[in-house]
């Protein structure tokens, strides 16, 4: 705890906002009733999660050492800061960003903050936020009066809230925007903190907003609310609103957002945000929190049935003058330049040449550029936050943004000046090239300091960064602009499912040991607001990506066909061929004094579930259940082949098929002699799996269950494109979880 | 008078560019394992690919280690972060032993080949908490007997110079560079005696 943590109260009096102050000195009012034993652990949970103050891996007071778990011995004691939680783990603090947006003062608050209460590093999230890791809990106070002195709030950035609101970080200055919808996001981001409306929901809401439909933009397509902006003429008049959708979400199970209304003007933005609010909050899952988020309500209304609902709603709603008093405002917002419109620098050397091709593009203001300052992992200094900080202050008029590929943007560079601009970002160790290209991979913190991370997301991103800046140069430019998107688990926060190659942490057994995984998902859509989801092929050794990723890109390099992107050519080539390319790097390797895949990425430890659930050893032998899971998988590949070829009855029936062999193998690991009808492998499966929790996965609960309960119940009801899709993604979770489950419960194999 | 809480102290190394950071891992691993400190290690941060950052960062609960290569100057470092009792003397040597009984571990391990090695003469102070000492000339004029009082201690009288960097955005701090070369071991026991 730090020393002056009682005195920065005093020290910023009268520079807070009154709202925010009030808001923290309430939560420090709590902290120390909590510790006093007078504040149920779950509430207090919820509070800082609503404060933005998150859990961190090994807050369970455990870690596995590669040999056997640890207990922690914090000196808090079993004091905890929520269930299974402990006071003194150090935890992450999250720092929400409304669109990106920050100014030059507010780039040095967070290097201050970076150094006194974090590691020194401040990194940019896949939701435009900024995060710190290893914040001590009694810190976070004045942690969050010092943010709030600069105009800056953690409140809402996560718990069961409305997230931070994203934006597209071209808004405003990209030649293809049909408008500037920065006023917009803030005005959002605004109306709905603390709202009323918002503080009952069953999980996060997360809102975007992107300035037109071609681009990846704000990515509107994969989020709870998402806005593009939109324009027709009424009388001769252009009037400004919003293509609204809803209902979109990546997460374990990815759904595509429906539309909810073409053209929603300007004036019901905020309204109708608000209805949205309400008729979650009241319809929405709050017992089962894997079928929570607003998605699975719409799934479950059906769009036209939540369409009217909600306009319903909006009809009873009193009038409040924030949903249009903004509108003046909004209309005049301009950013403007600090220096006057230039000329493209025509001379350069070899480097600032390819910085200039990769991390600049022209505005739809003349003579002026957005310059991306690519940040390794989206990491930062403290050092390089105040140099970046000086460098805006010269250039621009503070025109700064984070982005959700973990960079952030420097908008208003008049062109001449981007020879010094380098410069200047160069002798920071800013000046990197390659950004947004296949070097510039995203990542989620993964294993480093999630809970819930299986395989090494980060150190994955690490070392193909790596690899991949050593062949940089020689890629045509059809390889160089691919994205690469890591997740550390199923969750999707490294938003893998919309790259054209991406990853996500999976964990299988190899000779009887636990070994960690990525399951290889390709031809996502980033364009089109991440128009579609890339299909998982097959889950292969961590330490066998790099091979992945050399094999896809040299195939793809040699084999599309007339400008074929890359998302056309997986299509193309189909499953199977990709299978036939890959399954060699799914097999252990060949030599057994190779143990290099038992570890993970930037981790030396014997790779165990052990941070999750209980690591264990088995024997050699392969075992009935291996084969069932493994045949399982099979079912699950060929349901996907399936529907790519409109066999949609056929995929569904797979998948179905899928998840009741999975189920199956787990219970003739005990039940050798079990009888073989559906309606009893189902039974069977729920009381002897599901009843006593044996198949729940330590943080999700039984939800991957209910994959196959409801999968069973409506077994007999035909299949739509959509419907089979989902179950598919459903089986191939289940098929995961029934790895997991095996692998816990560390049985002694037969064959 | 000036309270210098969360010291900070970077040895910095000889052969710097010389310098891979990767094995430290497996070592940082294996002090966690054996809790080889007085206190609690809890876990490794890697930013091997931030330039000129924290490089590796064994994370504790009141101290953070790590072999830093912040400002291109890589140095073995220790920072407290759990309030120190004592006094201002009591603080800076604390934080002293602590980074210089890391650096001769790391020095002493066949895994890193030598190649950490104090360079014998240079070590950076900061106090990591701009309420209590920001960067200024108060700041300064409030600490600087305290540091005079030290480094006569840690050094036994030889002579030293010290440079205090003056941007008031970044934390208090003093470098140091003794005249002559000392030895971790020289060091240790001249705090000792």
């Given at each position: 705890m730090k020393a002056s943590n009682s005195l920065w109260q005093k020290e910023l009096a009268g520079r807070l906002p009154e709202a925010l102050g009030r808001e923290i000195d309430i939560f420090e009012t709590e902290i120390a009733l909590r510790k006093q034993g007078k504040l149920d652990e779950r509430l207090f949970a919820e509070t800082r999660l609503r404060r933005g103050a998150y859990g961190q891996r090994y807050d369970n007071g455990h870690r596995h050492d590669g040999k056997k778990v640890q207990e922690i011995a914090y000196p808090s004691g079993e004091l905890t800061k929520g269930p299974h939680t402990l006071w003194d783990a150090p935890g992450m603090q999250r720092i929400k960003i409304p669109a990106g947006g920050l100014n030059a003062g507010q780039l040095e608050t967070l290097a201050e903050l970076a150094e006194e209460y974090s590691d020194g590093i401040a990194h940019v999230t896949t939701r435009q936020d900024f995060q710190l890791h290893y914040v001590q809990i009694d810190d976070t106070p004045s942690l969050m009066r010092r943010l709030a002195a600069a105009n800056i709030t953690t409140r809402e950035a996560c718990g069961n809230s409305v997230r931070n609101v994203t934006a597209c970080p071209y808004a405003g200055v990209c030649p293809d925007e049909v408008f500037d919808v920065t006023p917009y996001a803030r005005a959002l981001s605004k109306f709905l903190l603390g709202h009323p409306d918002c503080q009952n929901f069953g999980r996060k809401f997360k809102p975007a907003f992107s300035g037109c439909s071609q681009h990846a933009c704000g990515l509107a397509s994969m989020h709870d609310l998402g806005l593009i902006a939109a324009e027709r003429n009424e009388n001769g008049q252009r009037k400004l609103g919003f293509e609204m959708v809803v209902g979109g979400g990546l997460g374990a199970v990815p759904y595509q957002a429906k539309l909810f209304d073409s053209f929603v003007p300007r004036e019901e933005l905020l309204p109708l945000a608000q209805a949205i609010a309400r008729v979650f909050a009241r319809l929405g899952e709050k017992k089962n929190r894997s079928r929570a988020r607003i998605k699975f309500l719409i799934q479950d209304l059906g769009i036209e049935k939540f369409r009217e609902l909600v306009l319903e709603e909006r009809k009873n709603l009193p009038s409040d003058p924030r949903w249009t008093e903004y509108l003046e405002s909004a209309n005049e917002f301009r950013e403007s330049a600090l220096k006057p419109a230039g000329e493209p620098p025509l001379l350069g050397s070899t480097a600032f040449q390819r910085w200039l091709k990769t991390n600049t593009r022209p505005q739809r203001q003349a003579g002026y550029a957005v310059v991306t300052v690519a940040l390794p992992l989206g990491d930062i200094t403290a050092n390089q936050l105040r140099a970046l900080a000086d460098i805006a202050r010269r250039f621009t008029t503070e025109t700064i943004r984070t982005t959700v590929e973990q960079n952030i943007v420097l908008r208003w560079i008049s062109q001449s000046d981007l020879q010094e601009l380098y410069q200047a970002l160069d002798a920071e160790d800013l000046g990197g090239a390659g950004a947004e290209t296949i070097v510039d991979i995203a990542a989620c913190p993964g294993t480093d300091t999630c809970k819930l991370g299986i395989s090494s997301s980060r150190g994955l991103a690490a070392e193909l960064r790596k690899r991949l800046a050593e062949k940089n140069f020689q890629f045509e430019d059809a390889v160089e602009n691919l994205h690469i998107k890591i997740s550390g688990c199923f969750n999707s926060c490294g938003q893998h499912h919309v790259a054209d190659l991406g990853f996500y942490g999976v964990s299988r057994k190899i000779a009887g040991y636990a070994v960690p995984h990525f399951q290889v998902v390709l031809g996502g859509e980033w364009s089109h607001n991440g128009g579609s989801y890339g299909v998982p092929v097959m889950a292969i050794p961590s330490k066998n990506i790099p091979e992945v990723v050399t094999r896809l890109v040299e195939r793809y390099g040699t084999g599309r066909r007339n400008g074929e992107i890359f998302r056309d050519f997986i299509k193309r080539i189909g499953k199977a061929e990709l299978k036939n390319l890959l399954e060699d790097l799914a097999r252990p390797p060949a030599d057994p004094s190779d143990r290099a895949i038992f570890t993970d990425w930037g981790?030396?430890?014997?790779?165990?579930?052990?941070?999750?659930g209980v690591g264990e050893c088995a024997g050699e032998v392969v075992s009935a259940v291996d084969f069932d899971l493994a045949g399982a998988e099979r079912e699950v590949f060929e349901a996907q082949v399936a529907w790519d070829s409109g066999q949609i009855e056929q995929s569904g029936r797979l998948a179905y098929q899928a998840m009741l062999r999975a189920a199956q193998g787990l219970i003739k690991l005990e039940f050798p002699n079990m009888a073989q009808t559906p309606d009893q492998i189902v039974g069977e499966f729920r009381a002897r799996y599901y009843d006593t929790q044996k198949f729940f996965d330590p943080f999700a609960g039984g939800k991957f269950a209910h994959y196959l309960f409801a999968a069973h119940e409506k077994a007999r009801q035909p299949h739509t494109a959509d419907s089979a899709r989902y179950l598919i993604d459903e089986a191939h979770l289940f098929v995961e979880a029934a790895h997991s489950c095996y692998q816990r419960m560390g049985k002694p194999v037969s064959v | 008078m000036v309270q210098l809480q969360h010291v900070r102290v970077k040895l910095l190394v000889k052969n710097s560019e010389a310098v891979d950071l990767e094995p430290l891992i497996p070592v940082f691993h294996e002090w966690i394992r054996g809790q080889v400190f007085g206190e609690l290690l809890l876990d490794i941060a890697d930013y091997r690919h931030v330039p000129a950052g924290p490089g590796v960062v064994l994370i504790g609960h009141e101290a953070d280690y790590s072999v830093d290569n912040t400002e291109q100057r890589l140095g073995v470092g220790y920072h407290r972060k759990a309030m120190l009792d004592g006094s201002n003397q009591d603080r800076l040597a604390q934080a002293a032993r602590a980074a210089l009984t890391a650096c001769q571990l790391l020095e002493a391990k066949p895994l890193l080949e030598g190649k950490i090695r104090f360079n014998g003469q240079e070590m950076e102070f900061s106090v990591n908490d701009r309420l209590l000492a920001p960067n200024n000339e108060a700041t300064r004029q409030a600490a600087h007997p305290d540091f005079e009082a030290f480094f006569r201690r840690l050094f036994r009288g030889a002579e030293y110079s010290l440079t205090y960097p003056s941007d008031r955005r970044r934390l208090f701090s003093v470098c140091v560079k003794a005249a002559r070369i000392f030895t971790v071991a020289d060091l240790l026991a001249n705090l000792d005696s």
């Amino acid at each position: 705890m730090k020393a002056s943590n009682s005195l920065w109260q005093k020290e910023l009096a009268g520079r807070l906002p009154e709202a925010l102050g009030r808001e923290i000195d309430i939560f420090e009012t709590e902290i120390a009733l909590r510790k006093q034993g007078k504040l149920d652990e779950r509430l207090f949970a919820e509070t800082r999660l609503r404060r933005g103050a998150y859990g961190q891996r090994y807050d369970n007071g455990h870690r596995h050492d590669g040999k056997k778990v640890q207990e922690i011995a914090y000196p808090s004691g079993e004091l905890t800061k929520g269930p299974h939680t402990l006071w003194d783990a150090p935890g992450m603090q999250r720092i929400k960003i409304p669109a990106g947006g920050l100014n030059a003062g507010q780039l040095e608050t967070l290097a201050e903050l970076a150094e006194e209460y974090s590691d020194g590093i401040a990194h940019v999230t896949t939701r435009q936020d900024f995060q710190l890791h290893y914040v001590q809990i009694d810190d976070t106070p004045s942690l969050m009066r010092r943010l709030a002195a600069a105009n800056i709030t953690t409140r809402e950035a996560c718990g069961n809230s409305v997230r931070n609101v994203t934006a597209c970080p071209y808004a405003g200055v990209c030649p293809d925007e049909v408008f500037d919808v920065t006023p917009y996001a803030r005005a959002l981001s605004k109306f709905l903190l603390g709202h009323p409306d918002c503080q009952n929901f069953g999980r996060k809401f997360k809102p975007a907003f992107s300035g037109c439909s071609q681009h990846a933009c704000g990515l509107a397509s994969m989020h709870d609310l998402g806005l593009i902006a939109a324009e027709r003429n009424e009388n001769g008049q252009r009037k400004l609103g919003f293509e609204m959708v809803v209902g979109g979400g990546l997460g374990a199970v990815p759904y595509q957002a429906k539309l909810f209304d073409s053209f929603v003007p300007r004036e019901e933005l905020l309204p109708l945000a608000q209805a949205i609010a309400r008729v979650f909050a009241r319809l929405g899952e709050k017992k089962n929190r894997s079928r929570a988020r607003i998605k699975f309500l719409i799934q479950d209304l059906g769009i036209e049935k939540f369409r009217e609902l909600v306009l319903e709603e909006r009809k009873n709603l009193p009038s409040d003058p924030r949903w249009t008093e903004y509108l003046e405002s909004a209309n005049e917002f301009r950013e403007s330049a600090l220096k006057p419109a230039g000329e493209p620098p025509l001379l350069g050397s070899t480097a600032f040449q390819r910085w200039l091709k990769t991390n600049t593009r022209p505005q739809r203001q003349a003579g002026y550029a957005v310059v991306t300052v690519a940040l390794p992992l989206g990491d930062i200094t403290a050092n390089q936050l105040r140099a970046l900080a000086d460098i805006a202050r010269r250039f621009t008029t503070e025109t700064i943004r984070t982005t959700v590929e973990q960079n952030i943007v420097l908008r208003w560079i008049s062109q001449s000046d981007l020879q010094e601009l380098y410069q200047a970002l160069d002798a920071e160790d800013l000046g990197g090239a390659g950004a947004e290209t296949i070097v510039d991979i995203a990542a989620c913190p993964g294993t480093d300091t999630c809970k819930l991370g299986i395989s090494s997301s980060r150190g994955l991103a690490a070392e193909l960064r790596k690899r991949l800046a050593e062949k940089n140069f020689q890629f045509e430019d059809a390889v160089e602009n691919l994205h690469i998107k890591i997740s550390g688990c199923f969750n999707s926060c490294g938003q893998h499912h919309v790259a054209d190659l991406g990853f996500y942490g999976v964990s299988r057994k190899i000779a009887g040991y636990a070994v960690p995984h990525f399951q290889v998902v390709l031809g996502g859509e980033w364009s089109h607001n991440g128009g579609s989801y890339g299909v998982p092929v097959m889950a292969i050794p961590s330490k066998n990506i790099p091979e992945v990723v050399t094999r896809l890109v040299e195939r793809y390099g040699t084999g599309r066909r007339n400008g074929e992107i890359f998302r056309d050519f997986i299509k193309r080539i189909g499953k199977a061929e990709l299978k036939n390319l890959l399954e060699d790097l799914a097999r252990p390797p060949a030599d057994p004094s190779d143990r290099a895949i038992f570890t993970d990425w930037g981790d030396p430890r014997e790779y165990s579930l052990g941070d999750m659930g209980v690591g264990e050893c088995a024997g050699e032998v392969v075992s009935a259940v291996d084969f069932d899971l493994a045949g399982a998988e099979r079912e699950v590949f060929e349901a996907q082949v399936a529907w790519d070829s409109g066999q949609i009855e056929q995929s569904g029936r797979l998948a179905y098929q899928a998840m009741l062999r999975a189920a199956q193998g787990l219970i003739k690991l005990e039940f050798p002699n079990m009888a073989q009808t559906p309606d009893q492998i189902v039974g069977e499966f729920r009381a002897r799996y599901y009843d006593t929790q044996k198949f729940f996965d330590p943080f999700a609960g039984g939800k991957f269950a209910h994959y196959l309960f409801a999968a069973h119940e409506k077994a007999r009801q035909p299949h739509t494109a959509d419907s089979a899709r989902y179950l598919i993604d459903e089986a191939h979770l289940f098929v995961e979880a029934a790895h997991s489950c095996y692998q816990r419960m560390g049985k002694p194999v037969s064959v | 008078m000036v309270q210098l809480q969360h010291v900070r102290v970077k040895l910095l190394v000889k052969n710097s560019e010389a310098v891979d950071l990767e094995p430290l891992i497996p070592v940082f691993h294996e002090w966690i394992r054996g809790q080889v400190f007085g206190e609690l290690l809890l876990d490794i941060a890697d930013y091997r690919h931030v330039p000129a950052g924290p490089g590796v960062v064994l994370i504790g609960h009141e101290a953070d280690y790590s072999v830093d290569n912040t400002e291109q100057r890589l140095g073995v470092g220790y920072h407290r972060k759990a309030m120190l009792d004592g006094s201002n003397q009591d603080r800076l040597a604390q934080a002293a032993r602590a980074a210089l009984t890391a650096c001769q571990l790391l020095e002493a391990k066949p895994l890193l080949e030598g190649k950490i090695r104090f360079n014998g003469q240079e070590m950076e102070f900061s106090v990591n908490d701009r309420l209590l000492a920001p960067n200024n000339e108060a700041t300064r004029q409030a600490a600087h007997p305290d540091f005079e009082a030290f480094f006569r201690r840690l050094f036994r009288g030889a002579e030293y110079s010290l440079t205090y960097p003056s941007d008031r955005r970044r934390l208090f701090s003093v470098c140091v560079k003794a005249a002559r070369i000392f030895t971790v071991a020289d060091l240790l026991a001249n705090l000792d005696s």
